[in-house]
């Protein structure tokens, strides 16, 4: 039987999901389009894998990190390039963050127009650091011209959340990532913001 307050709670987790990702580009243009069913059906692909990879850490008691990786100034590239070049564009940027990924089973789901959503369990801070900068190098050497960017080829910036995972999937996890990649962006590109959430994670176990 369909659970009405599961329902509710997933359709509320993805109104802020397209909250948060909308804070993070600027408005569409030159006839951007926007996001339709398909982008619908990625993201529910998207909250799955999540929530596997949560289950997966907590069974274990280990870490897991989750990056949203997001190509820079993807708006400005489709309005000089055209639909067709955003196109290759993005499936070369996934093709290279798939390759550069550290482990056979771990997947790049995409998420939204130039949004990539990578969940690592059992991978803590460091080596998910190491794993990010792999991704974003990966990316520069595809070498691909962006005029309207000021690296001159296409970057992605990165949020990078870890935490210990315990119960059942916590929304606000991803939606802690999504806020690093927002304040990646802010400090120009190619950049990558971590949000460490074991040590407040940890505090509050103690207190309780």
Not at 103 to 112: I, Q, Y
Request: one cysteine or more; aromatic letters at 4%; proline letters at 5%.
């Amino acid at each position: 039987m369909t659970d009405l307050a599961s329902i509710e709670q997933s359709d509320d987790f993805w109104a802020r999901v397209r909250m948060a990702l909308g804070a993070l580009r600027p408005p569409a243009r030159e006839g951007m389009p926007s996001e339709g069913p398909a982008a619908q059906a990625r993201q529910a692909g998207v909250q799955e894998e999540i929530g596997r990879s949560w289950a997966m850490a907590a069974t274990r008691l280990v870490s897991m990190s989750l990056l949203v990786i997001e190509i820079d100034r993807m708006s400005e590239f489709f309005a000089v390039y055209g639909k067709d070049a955003t196109d290759r564009c993005v499936r070369q940027v996934m093709r290279a963050i798939a390759d550069a990924l550290p482990r056979d089973g771990d997947l790049c789901l995409r998420m939204g127009q130039a949004t990539f959503v990578v969940a690592l369990p059992d991978l803590p801070l460091v080596p998910a650091k190491t794993s990010a900068g792999h991704i974003a190098e990966a990316i520069r050497k595809l070498g691909v011209a962006h005029r309207e960017s000021h690296a001159g080829i296409v970057t992605v910036s990165m949020g990078l959340a870890v935490i210990n995972p315990r119960g059942e999937y916590d929304t606000g996890f991803f939606e802690r990532a999504a806020g690093a990649l927002k304040k990646a962006q802010r400090k120009g590109l190619g950049r990558l913001q971590v949000a460490d959430l074991r040590p407040a994670e940890e505090r509050r176990r103690r207190a309780a």
